[in-house]
């Protein structure tokens, strides 16, 4: 076999639709785009356009409201923290707050801080943990099996006020 013998698998390359080269190519004329006007045209954007009628995503209701402002926490459950602690990637002797968390892996990266949750057990004793929020739930697991919960900046969730 030489290098000039060499050649593709039928099929493999297609060849290009050449559009307007005459009516007998069967693309010739508006090259398949239809008749006239602006879509026949090249460059045009008309995405929900409805020929002036008011479009489907205008006679909508609106519903709700985003804000802008809102803070975006990273929500970590006691379980999760557990198995990291257990894995020995998570480091329970030290204060467990948002830069070990990311290093241990348990977080991708900081948001706005950290909120704690309860969930699943939690057994590991003498856990400080340096969070943004907390649950009421969190803090009683926590203090249950001999740690602590210090809230940086933020507060405890509501219903453990």
Known sequence: MRLNQISD?????????????????????TGGRGVKGQKSRSGVAINGFEGGQMPLHMRMPKRGFNN???K??????????????????LDAKGVVDAAALVKAGVIRRVRDGVRLINGGEFKASKVTFRVNYASA???????AAGGKVEIDGGKADKDSE
């Not at 006691?78 to 257990?86: A, F, G, K, T």
């Open 137 to 143: 739930g969190a803090i009683a697991a926590v203090e």
């Open 68 to 70: 802008a402002f809102a």
């Open 72 to 89: 975006k926490f990273n929500a970590v459950r006691l379980d999760r923290v557990q198995s990291y602690i257990d894995s020995g990637k």
């Open 9 to 29: 698998k039928p099929g493999a390359n297609k060849a290009k639709v050449r559009v307007g080269r005459g009516i007998g190519s069967g693309l010739g004329k």
